[in-house]
């Protein structure tokens, strides 16, 4: 990876954008952990900023800017982000063959015995390692 696309990649999950970039098509682009550490950033660089502001403003002002700040520009955007990641492992888990194998780790799209992300409606392994979720076997 280049470094302006590696420059480009922690903007983005810094940001939150919305939209992942087109051709981004191998695995998902944010996950649980990118939002959760983006939000954790985001929350960290506002915490700095009221306390530069502290030294200049009244309390009262210093915390609702803290506390506005950090939910409108901290935390909602990564909620947002985060419905949207939910949406789109919703839509494998339901209209893909890998949604209803007992191989498939929604938490992060991932096929655990192949250790790919699953992105697309046609499965990795191209359907020979499907297994059903809800295997009963039998006792003797
Ligand atoms: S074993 Fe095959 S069907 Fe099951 S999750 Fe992995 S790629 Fe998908």
């Not at 810094?14 to 990118?34: A, I, K």
């Not at 991932?110 to 992105?119: K, N, Q, R, S, Y």
Request: charged share 15%.
């Amino acid at each position: 990876m280049s470094d302006s696309t590696s420059n480009d990649r922690w903007i983005d999950v810094f940001l939150l954008r919305m939209q992942e970039p087109e051709d981004v098509n191998d695995r998902p682009y944010y996950t649980t952990g990118s939002i959760v550490s983006a939000a954790l950033m985001r929350v960290a660089v506002l915490g700095l900023g009221c306390i530069a502001l502290a030294q200049v403003a009244e309390a009262n002002v210093v915390w609702w800017t803290a506390m506005l700040s950090i939910w409108g520009i901290g935390v909602y955007p990564a909620w947002l982000q985060y419905q949207r990641f939910h949406q789109n492992v919703q839509q494998i888990t339901v209209g893909t063959l890998c949604g209803s194998c007992r191989y498939f780790n929604p938490t992060n799209q991932l096929c655990t015995i192949m250790d790919v992300h699953v992105t697309h409606a046609e499965p990795p392994c191209e359907g020979e390692g499907w297994e059903p979720k809800d295997t009963y076997v039998e006792a003797d």
